[in-house]
């Protein structure tokens, strides 16, 4: 059993930067694939970005590619979503992902854990 719990969201202008992490509990987080989706009101939630287990593939939406970049430190159990050039489009509750067994997240398919969420939102 894996909790993942968010950090890092907040209010920003258009054009600047946050950083959300997404701290895992739990034994063997170096094997579970980790992603990052979002749901803005109204809408439903989709994808944003994904790293294997040892962190040797990454994939990004099209619309945030070139501005964010996802991370992970396995010796402290951390995924991180660095969030550049924000957008007010960019306005949503982000939520953490994990699958074990070496499982890749993906842009579709089941997700065994999901965190709370955190709220990012972006002021034009």
């Known amino acids: 059993q894996v909790q993942l719990v968010e950090s890092g969201g907040g209010l920003v202008q258009a054009g600047g930067s946050l950083r959300l992490s997404c701290a895992a509990s739990?034994?063997?987080?170096?094997?579970?694939?980790v992603g990052w989706f979002r749901q803005a009101p109204g809408k439903e939630r989709e994808f944003v970005a994904s790293?294997?287990?040892?962190?040797?593939?990454?994939a990004y939406a099209d619309s945030v590619k070139g501005r964010f970049t996802i991370s992970r430190d396995n010796a402290k159990n951390t995924v991180y979503l660095q969030m550049n050039s924000l957008k007010p489009e960019d306005t949503a509750v982000y939520y953490c992902?994990?699958?074990?067994?070496?499982?890749?997240?993906?842009?579709?398919?089941?997700?065994?854990?999901w965190g709370q969420g955190t709220q990012v939102t972006v002021s034009s």
């Open positions: 739990g034994r063997s987080f170096s094997s579970y694939g």
């Open positions: 992902a994990a699958n074990g067994g070496f499982r890749a997240v993906g842009s579709s398919g089941v997700i065994q854990y």
């Open positions: 790293i294997t287990w040892n962190g040797g593939s990454t």
